[in-house]
Nanobody, 128 residues
């Protein structure tokens, strides 16, 4: 499977963006898909994850209530709707999938190398 993230851009503080993660080469409906982000000089951090059937979702504390993850398996695409964006959300955003749908994968506590496929990132810049 290959993943491609898109939808990033420049937005003012308080604005909104929706990122998309499109898959090719395989169906996503059996795969958990996670969003990560990496700001300059910082480690890559998990943002959100959704199970293959879309029933289970997880968010890191800093984005709860502002970000919503969803998926359309018919379109083989996962979305990350981001609202009330803050300058601290500025980062390159990546989508990724793991070998399993373990609780560690879903809660973004698995080591990064357990997410075996990564899409190219999309830049999100939030101006103050």
């Amino acid at each position: 499977v290959q993943l491609q993230a898109s939808g990033g851009g420049l937005v003012q503080s308080g604005g909104s963006l929706t990122l998309s993660c499109a898959a090719s080469g395989d169906n996503l409906d059996s795969r958990a898909i996670a969003w990560f982000r990496q700001a300059p000089g910082k480690q890559r951090e998990g943002v959100s994850c959704i199970s293959g059937n879309g029933v289970s979702t997880y968010y890191t504390e800093s984005v709860k209530g502002r970000f919503t993850i969803s998926r359309d398996n018919a379109k083989n695409t996962v979305y990350l709707q981001m609202t009330n964006l803050k300058p601290d959300d500025t980062a390159v955003y990546y989508c990724a999938t793991g070998w399993t749908q373990s609780i560690e994968i879903l809660t973004l506590t698995a080591p990064l190398d357990e997410y075996h496929t990564w899409g190219k990132g999309t830049q999100v810049t939030v101006s103050s």
